[in-house]
């Protein structure tokens, strides 16, 4: 166990419903981040969250909507998604001086039909 | 651009033998690099890391070696086990704004034989 706990850990949705992934970490991290894991390609950064405000917007499509409440929690909401869009959803977060590792979840499995 | 490579997408090893693990990295700027390992249906776990100003860093049966020159990072596993099977990612963290982001390399599977 990393202390970043991801849910779910599987979803299967079709193109036009609505879903949320949500992470949560109690390890006192200001930072937190979406990453997106596709077979056979790097882990591509999606979001960044630096004490609450959102400070990265990988030029994701609007489809991916980001929430962070606070700083121990970071949603992902999911919108009219395309079978493309199937992949691994990484969520990790660090301490935002940057001298530290990233901690990551399991990962939520996601797959649009 | 920015960017992080590994040379050798497969690396398949005999159990008891040593690996070694080659990444390239393209910017100058990054100060910090981590290796990650991930293992089939988990989350990328932190192995080992390295600050810009040293040259080698070293853990329980792995090192790490940093060359600023020619920006490239080398992760070596002594008496490589079959529970070290998985997936081995670089990843150098850049300055960016007011935070920080790692970029990763596309990873290469390591296949320990028994």
């Known amino acids: 166990e990393t202390g970043v706990t991801q849910t779910p850990r599987h979803l299967v949705m079709g193109m036009t419903n609505k879903k949320s992934l949500k992470c949560e970490q109690h390890l006192g991290h200001n930072a937190m981040y979406w990453y997106k894991q596709s077979a056979k390609k790097p882990l591509e950064l999606m979001f960044v969250y630096n004490f609450k405000e959102q400070t990265e917007n990988n030029s994701v499509p609007s489809r991916f909507s980001p929430e962070c409440p606070n700083s121990s929690h970071l949603f992902l909401h999911l919108h009219t998604l395309q079978p493309e869009d199937s992949a691994l959803y990484l969520c990790a977060s660090s301490h935002s001086d940057g001298n530290t590792e990233a901690f990551f979840g399991q990962g939520t499995r996601l797959t649009v039909v | 651009g920015e960017s992080v490579g590994l040379h050798l997408p497969t690396l398949s090893v005999q159990e008891g033998d040593n690996s070694i693990i080659n990444c390239a990295y393209s910017n100058s700027a990054s100060d910090y690099f981590i290796w990650y390992k991930q293992e089939s249906g988990k989350g990328p776990q932190f192995i080992i890391d390295?600050?810009?100003?040293?040259d080698k860093r070293q853990g329980q049966r792995v090192t790490v070696l940093l060359n600023k020159t020619v920006k490239h990072l080398s992760l070596q596993i002594a008496a490589t086990q079959p529970g070290d099977s998985a997936v081995y990612f670089c990843a150098e963290n850049t300055p960016w704004g007011a935070t920080n982001k790692l970029i990763f390399g596309t990873g290469t599977l390591l296949a320990v034989q028994p």
């Open positions: 390295i600050r810009s100003n040293m």
